[in-house]
């Protein structure tokens, strides 16, 4: 199993449609989670945290983290074309002294 | 707002050459990465400091090295540069106690 794992895609959802996200870990002990957007060819950029179950909300995107399934997503409302990118999951991993382990990224495509 | 440049865009280098990729942050962070990104790999940690003059090794340090003489700057070093060390090359920085880490722009590096 890999430590964190996310589909490849590419998701491709219509302008103004809500876009979902998704990403398993295999560290139970894991408490901080991180959701990075990244543009092509360029670098990533940390756009949502989240260390409690639950959702958190920022502006358009919605951060949900459900700590007994290993399981975090990452909603994306009224999505755009400039929201075309590939995102990111990152999990903090205590049992690797404490590195942060990056998914492989699932490319999100928002046709207008 | 979180600053962090690297000393270039583009690089090309030939085969068994020294290469020096540098890396500044304006934000007085403790905590200093160099990961490279390679496409089906994802990100990946070649070594880190959380301190001056201190550095540990990643997943794969093998064929780097890293130097810390400043808080602010953290450099990374090819010996012998190799073409499978062709890649994308990111640099971040995180605040003590804090895991979001912050990226500069990358460092398109090729080994020719």
């Known amino acids: 199993q890999k430590e964190v794992e996310q589909n490849s895609g590419p998701l491709s959802v219509p302008e103004g449609a809500i876009a979902s996200l998704n990403c398993t870990y295999s560290d139970r002990v894991s408490q901080s989670f991180f959701w990075y957007r990244q543009y092509s060819g360029k670098s990533p950029e940390l756009i949502m945290s989240?260390?409690?179950?639950g959702d958190k909300e920022d502006g358009r995107f919605t951060a949900q983290l459900n700590k007994a399934s290993q399981y975090v997503s990452l909603l994306i409302r009224d999505s755009q074309p400039s929201d075309s990118a590939t995102y990111l999951c990152a999990v903090l991993f205590y049992n690797q002294g404490g590195k942060l382990i990056f998914g492989q990224g699932t490319e999100l495509s928002v046709k207008p | 707002d979180v600053k962090v440049t690297q000393s270039s865009r583009y690089l090309v280098k030939r085969t068994g050459e020294k290469v020096f990729l540098e890396c500044v942050q304006d934000?007085?962070?403790?905590?200093m990465f160099w990961y490279r990104q390679d496409p089906g790999l994802g990100l990946r940690l070649i070594y880190f400091?959380?301190?001056?003059?201190?550095?540990e090794k990643g997943d794969i340090p093998e064929g780097y090295s890293v130097s810390r003489e400043k808080k602010e700057r953290f450099s990374l070093i090819l010996e012998s540069a190799s073409t499978n060390q062709t890649s994308m090359y990111l640099c971040?920085?995180?605040?003590?106690?804090?895991?979001?880490?912050?990226f500069g722009p990358g460092t398109r590096l090729t080994v020719t």
């Open positions: 989240i260390y409690s179950n």
């Open positions: 934000m007085d962070h403790e905590n």
């Open positions: 400091s959380y301190d001056v003059k201190m550095k």
């Open positions: 971040a920085s995180s605040a003590v106690g804090s895991y979001e880490q912050y």
